[in-house]
Structures are given as structure tokens and as C-alpha cells.
């Protein structure tokens, strides 16, 4: 495998994908081995961590360092605070900084691994390769047993592959690359002469294969390969139902991450020209896409995004400038009493916990009303479905625009036989 710091800097959709089947299904374990095998391919557990909010706060750490490419030094940092905050003691490594260096790498690297195997399993699976070749990382200090598999090419359904697709070990950075001829295998650093070591399949007395660490001989993301090709795309490719449980399953610290860019989208729309650009902030939850498919409105994606057109329609009027600085005022009054900014910019976080949901088909394209309570009164963010976006080549639901209201408005919105509340309470 290469350099974790090059491999992991920009991960590939496949292995975001198999991240997220993991991270949505957290489970509470006392040891290392209550889970084991192939049950890691759709399931997230750290030994020891037993509490929801303990788990879903290290899911959100190793998110993180897979999807933005953290260093392990930044992780350890994290892990230090999740310890702390969550008051998790007892765990193996606590005490001696030794102990806490190796624990924190454990984490770190085997999830970065798996999820990379398990986003190549698919790939490699998806492409059609007639050959899989085992490519040995050239560590240190090598496992005899995978130097011998060094430039094996087999078939994909060959029985070698489905104990001994690395990683197969703590610490295992081999990897399977893919070729469709004789040609391609040597082109891939293999050797189509080379065959496989005698015994290669022969356990041992404590059940044991040649060079694969205990509860390793499995193949990570061989039980979810389809899955994970599904999800790999933009979700506009996907059917909204799945989308949107795809997004339920984001940890918290992911939505922050996702607000923090936001933030930035914000200043670069109300401080230049619009340009058509969009980010997706979020998605439709579920139970909101089958309310929608209820009322008899075919809903193409989950996604919800916003364009720098929809930002700058939403504070038109309001008294900030659309050139040099976001809170400079143009001296004209509002038209509207306006959003507060720095509450907007915490769309994503928004998007997750409305006060209420309506579905509105009173005009001709139907939209979503998203409402909160704001001090003093309330707010309303309007997102229409199925909206075309130029840049996305495809059909997003957007938030189009944002308002304060009084409850007299909500009363008077809701008082219509083609606006139901699908979530939450008026």
C-alpha cells in the first residue's frame, strides 16, 4: 500500500462509501474480538467502548481522519479529547504513553486499511479484472509468508482471495491490484508464472493460516462490494430512500466539518459575483422522501444543496453588500426583517433538527418548508425538489430561500389542503 499520508489525503468514493456502511451502525463491544471477521464490514466498533455517545464521537474522529486526511498526530489529539470529555477510563493503553501511542495507531491505521481494502475490493470487483494480483507493501520488516505472495496473479474467484485479500494482519499494508491479460499482470508489478506456496491454505492447530493474524483471514468489503459501488456516485444517482438513510448515518463531527465549509461558501457568495456555484449541505431525511412519495411526488435525489444565487437572494435586500466585505452595509433599509447571518451559516447543523417540516404543493413546484424557532420569533428556509443546478449535471433539491415569520404566518400557511406537516410540530 502506499504512504498512508498519500493514499488517505483524498480518499476515493468507494472507500468513503465503505466508511459510511460502517460508521452507521455503531456497535458497543467490551473486547477486540466480540466482533469479528466480515461482520466489520457493516459495523463500527473501538474494544472497550461501550457507550453511544463515546462511540459515535470516535466514529466522528475516525471520519475525520479518513476523509480529510489527518494525520495520526491529529487523530491522537482527538482521541485525547473524546477520552476526556466522555470520562472513558479502563481502556488497553491507558496510562503509560507508550500504551496510548500504540492504541491511538491501532485505531487509526486499521480503520484506514480496511476501509481502503474494502473501497478496492469493490473497484477491483466493479471493473472486471480477470486477474487480481497480490502486491506486497515492501515493509521493514516483512511477513515472510506475504513476500511469498509477492506477484501472485489469480482469478477473482479463486479461493486464495477469499482468506487472504490483505490487509491480513495488524499492521499489514499489502494491497490487490487488477489486470485483464498476461500483459497487464507484469504491467502491475506481477508475475503470471508465479504460483502460490504449498500449504498456503493449511491451518494450523489453533486454527491459523500461514501469515494471517487471528480473525483476519477474511476479505474487508467482500460482503458489501455492491453496496459500496451503489453508494460510491454522487448521490443524485441514487434513489432518494437510500440517500437519505446515507446521510442519517453521518456522526456529528462530520455535519460540523460540513458547516465549517459552509461558512466559507457563505463569504465567497455575498462578497463576489454569483457564479452558479453550489455546495451540498445536507440531505432530505428519510422520513421526509417517503411523505413526498406518499403524496404522489416522485423525489429524483436526497441531496440538498444551495448555489451562490440562492445565498445572495436570500440577503438581497437586507443591507449587505455583494462586493468587498459580508457585513458592510449599504445604508438602505431592509425590505425584509432579514435572517441573522451567523445563524445561517449553520445550514447544515440546521437541516438536521427543524422545529417543523411541511410539504407545501400549492405552487407548481412543490417544496419543502423547513421552520425554527428563532428569539422573538420564527424562521422559514424554503426548499424546492428536484431542482435543476447547471453545475451538477443533474437534479438537486435546493434551498432557495430564507425568512423570519410570525406564528400568524405559519397558521395561515398551514390553513391549506395541499400543505401537511410531515415532521415535527406547528
Same mark, same amino acid.
Given at each position: 500500500?502506499?504512504?498512508?499520508?498519500?493514499?488517505?489525503?483524498?480518499?476515493?468514493?468507494?472507500?468513503?462509501?465503505?466508511?459510511?456502511?460502517?460508521?452507521?451502525? !455503531?456497535?458497543?463491544?467490551?473486547?477486540?474480538?466480540?466482533?469479528?471477521?466480515?461482520?466489520?464490514?457493516?459495523?463500527?466498533?473501538?474494544?472497550?467502548?461501550?457507550?453511544?455517545?463515546?462511540?459515535?464521537?470516535?466514529?466522528?474522529?475516525?471520519?475525520?481522519?479518513?476523509?480529510? +486526511?489527518?494525520?495520526?498526530?491529529?487523530?491522537?489529539?482527538?482521541?485525547?479529547?473524546?477520552?476526556? !470529555?466522555?470520562?472513558?477510563?479502563?481502556?488497553?493503553?491507558?496510562?503509560?504513553?507508550?500504551?496510548?501511542?500504540?492504541?491511538?495507531?491501532?485505531?487509526?491505521?486499521?480503520?484506514?486499511?480496511?476501509?481502503?481494502?474494502?473501497?478496492?475490493?469493490?473497484?477491483?470487483?466493479?471493473?472486471?479484472?480477470?486477474?487480481?494480483?497480490?502486491?506486497?507493501?515492501?515493509?521493514?520488516?516483512?511477513?515472510?509468508?506475504?513476500?511469498?505472495?509477492?506477484?501472485?496473479?489469480?482469478?477473482?474467484?479463486?479461493? &486464495?482471495?477469499?482468506?487472504?485479500?490483505?490487509?491480513?494482519?495488524?499492521?499489514?499494508?499489502?494491497?490487490?491490484?487488477?489486470?485483464?491479460?498476461?500483459?497487464?499482470? !507484469?504491467?502491475?508489478?506481477?508475475?503470471?508464472?508465479?504460483?502460490?506456496?504449498?500449504?498456503?491454505?493449511?491451518?494450523?492447530?489453533?486454527?491459523?493460516?500461514?501469515?494471517?493474524?487471528?480473525?483476519? %483471514?477474511?476479505?474487508? +468489503?467482500?460482503?458489501?462490494? %455492491?453496496?459500496?459501488?451503489?453508494?460510491?456516485?454522487?448521490?443524485?444517482?441514487?434513489?432518494?430512500?437510500?440517500?437519505?438513510?446515507?446521510?442519517?448515518?453521518?456522526?456529528?463531527?462530520?455535519?460540523?466539518?460540513?458547516?465549517?465549509?459552509?461558512?466559507?461558501?457563505?463569504?465567497?457568495?455575498?462578497?463576489?459575483? @454569483?457564479?452558479?456555484?453550489?455546495?451540498?449541505?445536507?440531505?432530505?431525511?428519510?422520513?421526509?422522501?417517503?411523505?413526498?412519495?406518499?403524496?404522489?411526488?416522485?423525489?429524483?435525489?436526497?441531496?440538498?444543496?444551495?448555489?451562490?444565487?440562492?445565498?445572495?437572494?436570500? &440577503?438581497?435586500?437586507?443591507?449587505?453588500?455583494?462586493?468587498?466585505?459580508?457585513? !458592510?452595509?449599504? +445604508?438602505?433599509?431592509?425590505?425584509?426583517?432579514?435572517?441573522?447571518?451567523?445563524?445561517?451559516?449553520?445550514?447544515? @447543523?440546521?437541516?438536521?433538527?427543524?422545529?417543523?417540516?411541511?410539504?407545501?404543493?400549492?405552487?407548481?413546484?412543490?417544496?419543502?418548508?423547513?421552520?425554527? %424557532? @428563532?428569539?422573538?420569533?420564527?424562521?422559514?428556509?424554503?426548499?424546492?425538489?428536484?431542482?435543476?443546478?447547471?453545475?451538477?449535471?443533474?437534479?438537486?433539491?435546493?434551498?432557495?430561500?430564507?425568512?423570519?415569520?410570525?406564528?400568524?404566518?405559519?397558521?395561515?400557511?398551514?390553513?391549506?389542503?395541499?400543505?401537511?406537516?410531515? %415532521?415535527?410540530?406547528?
Amino acid at each position: 500500500m502506499p504512504d498512508l499520508g498519500v493514499s488517505f489525503g483524498q480518499p476515493f468514493a468507494q472507500q468513503v462509501a465503505a466508511l459510511r456502511i460502517r460508521l452507521g451502525n !455503531r456497535v458497543p463491544t467490551q473486547a477486540w474480538d466480540d466482533i469479528t471477521r466480515s461482520a466489520h464490514d457493516q459495523s463500527f466498533m473501538v474494544a472497550g467502548a461501550e457507550k453511544a455517545d463515546l462511540l459515535a464521537d470516535l466514529a466522528g474522529a475516525v471520519d475525520k481522519a479518513i476523509e480529510k +486526511g489527518t494525520t495520526l498526530e491529529e487523530f491522537r489529539k482527538d482521541f485525547r479529547e473524546i477520552v476526556a !470529555r466522555n470520562g472513558w477510563t479502563g481502556w488497553t493503553g491507558q496510562g503509560t504513553e507508550k500504551g496510548e501511542a500504540w492504541r491511538t495507531r491501532i485505531i487509526y491505521q486499521t480503520n484506514l486499511r480496511t476501509s481502503y481494502a474494502a473501497g478496492r475490493y469493490a473497484q477491483l470487483k466493479e471493473a472486471g479484472y480477470a486477474y487480481w494480483i497480490y502486491k506486497h507493501s515492501h515493509a521493514v520488516h516483512p511477513r515472510p509468508q506475504h513476500l511469498a505472495w509477492d506477484g501472485v496473479a489469480l482469478p477473482p474467484d479463486h479461493p &486464495f482471495w477469499a482468506t487472504n485479500y490483505p490487509p491480513n494482519g495488524w499492521g499489514c499494508g499489502c494491497e490487490v491490484r487488477g489486470a485483464h491479460t498476461t500483459a497487464g499482470i !507484469r504491467r502491475a508489478g506481477g508475475d503470471p508464472g508465479k504460483v502460490l506456496p504449498g500449504g498456503w491454505d493449511r491451518r494450523d492447530a489453533r486454527g491459523l493460516l500461514p501469515g494471517i493474524d487471528k480473525n483476519w %483471514d477474511y476479505a474487508p +468489503g467482500a460482503t458489501v462490494a %455492491d453496496t459500496i459501488n451503489a453508494l460510491s456516485g454522487k448521490l443524485p444517482s441514487l434513489p432518494a430512500p437510500i440517500g437519505a438513510a446515507m446521510f442519517a448515518s453521518w456522526p456529528a463531527r462530520a455535519v460540523q466539518d460540513l458547516t465549517t465549509e459552509f461558512g466559507k461558501f457563505v463569504d465567497r457568495a455575498l462578497s463576489s459575483h @454569483v457564479q452558479q456555484n453550489y455546495m451540498i449541505v445536507g440531505a432530505l431525511k428519510p422520513a421526509w422522501v417517503s411523505a413526498a412519495e406518499q403524496a404522489g411526488i416522485r423525489v429524483e435525489t436526497a441531496e440538498i444543496a444551495i448555489t451562490d444565487k440562492n445565498i445572495q437572494h436570500t &440577503f438581497r435586500g437586507t443591507g449587505l453588500v455583494t462586493s468587498g466585505s459580508t457585513k !458592510r452595509s449599504t +445604508g438602505r433599509q431592509p425590505k425584509v426583517a432579514p435572517l441573522d447571518l451567523d445563524w445561517f451559516r449553520q445550514l447544515p @447543523v440546521l437541516l438536521q433538527s427543524p422545529r417543523a417540516v411541511l410539504l407545501d404543493t400549492t405552487q407548481a413546484e412543490p417544496v419543502f418548508l423547513l421552520v425554527y %424557532d @428563532v428569539p422573538g420569533q420564527m424562521a422559514k428556509l424554503v426548499i424546492e425538489l428536484n431542482t435543476p443546478v447547471k453545475k451538477a449535471k443533474g437534479m438537486l433539491n435546493t434551498v432557495q430561500s430564507g425568512r423570519l415569520i410570525t406564528p400568524n404566518d405559519l397558521l395561515a400557511t398551514v390553513d391549506s389542503d395541499k400543505v401537511m406537516v410531515v %415532521d415535527g410540530k406547528v
